[in-house]
């Protein structure tokens, strides 16, 4: 029924697929097993990889002066990445206002979400300290791949709930690590 509405799942690639245009259920099909496994693991992807993943690019003061900053007005300046990051400096592009404020205006919304999501994710990342703690959020990342390994290893390396197609939570795996790709401590 196109006149359903989604709630946002935080997942734009999620998002898209679940929209009136493509309207795609990952889920059909699955047991109620496999749909509270599908529970268990979104949750650990979206509240603990995703919430660490944010802390590591914003809470990282170096990792954000040095790499994500410069990026971020990059993609800002650019967002097709029609122009090099040589030449948007070149140019004299970085000293446009309006895209500064835009990239430290939304690292300060991330960083407010990442110490509002959970108390106890707060406490483990940042420790009351104003920067992210990189030790304990790899080793937080580590314990849950570790988890998502051995359950893909335990279905033969297929889906990670061992259906026979992709399921929500596997996008969101696969969301979650294209963006870890991307980091400078997680990608190791």
Not at 88 to 116: D, I
Not at 151 to 176: E, P
Not at 179 to 184: M, Q, R, T, V, Y
Request: aromatic residues 8%.
């Amino acid at each position: 029924d196109s006149s359903q509405h989604h709630i946002p799942s935080g997942s734009h690639i999620i998002d898209y697929l679940r929209s009136s245009d493509h309207n795609i259920n990952l889920d059909k099909g699955m047991d109620a097993t496999q749909l509270a496994d599908a529970l268990a693991y979104s949750t650990m992807i979206d509240q603990t990889l995703n919430v660490v993943s944010s802390a590591l690019r914003y809470g990282h003061f170096h990792s954000w002066d040095e790499v994500y900053r410069h990026q971020s007005l990059a993609a800002c300046l650019d967002p097709n990445g029609t122009i090099s990051y040589i030449e948007q400096r070149r140019r004299g592009g970085f000293f446009n206002w309006a895209s500064w404020f835009q990239v430290w205006s939304e690292r300060m919304v991330s960083l407010k979400e990442v110490k509002l999501s959970n108390a106890t994710m707060r406490d483990a990342l940042f420790g009351g300290e104003e920067g992210v703690r990189v030790e304990r959020a790899v080793a937080m990342t580590r314990r849950c791949y570790s988890a998502l390994n051995a359950r893909l290893a335990k279905n033969s390396g297929t889906t990670l709930l061992g259906t026979k197609h992709l399921t929500t939570v596997d996008v969101m795996l696969f969301a979650h690590l294209a963006e870890a790709l991307c980091d400078l401590h997680l990608v190791t």
